[in-house]
C-alpha cells in the first residue's frame, strides 16, 4: 500500500470519527447548549426528531390555519380578528 493510500485512509476515518462525534452532540448536547425553547409545528403534516418533543412541540389546529383565519397584512384587522375567537 502506498504511503499516498495511507493518507487517503487515514482522511476517511478521521472523517468518519468526527462525523461519529458530531451527530453524538446533536442528539446529547450538552447542558450548556441544549436548547429548552418551544417548538411549533406549523403548516406541515411531517413530524422530525425534536429532543424533549414532548415537552417542547406545540402543534395546534388553529397554528395551521393561521393565514386563513386571523391573518391580514393590516395589522388592526389581524387584531380584529383574534377578538373575534
Known amino acids: ?12 476515518n478521521d ?4 462525523q461519529k462525534k458530531l ?14 425553547g418551544k417548538v411549533y409545528r406549523i403548516g ?6 425534536i429532543v424533549q418533543n414532548k415537552k417542547r412541540l406545540y402543534n395546534d389546529s388553529l397554528l395551521f390555519n393561521f ?3 386571523i391573518y391580514d ?4 384587522k389581524s387584531l380584529g380578528n383574534l377578538k373575534k375567537l
Do not use: C, G, V
Not at 1 to 12: L, P
Not at 23 to 33: C, G, N, R, S, T
Not at 44 to 49: D, K
Open 1 to 12: 500500500m502506498s504511503e499516498d493510500e495511507r493518507y487517503e485512509i487515514s482522511i476517511q
Open 67 to 69: 393565514d386563513d383565519y
Open 44 to 49: 406541515t403534516f411531517l413530524s422530525y426528531y
Open 73 to 76: 397584512s393590516d395589522s388592526s
Open 15 to 18: 472523517a468518519a470519527e468526527t
Open 23 to 36: 451527530y453524538e452532540k446533536i442528539l446529547h448536547p450538552d447542558a450548556l447548549y441544549e436548547n429548552t
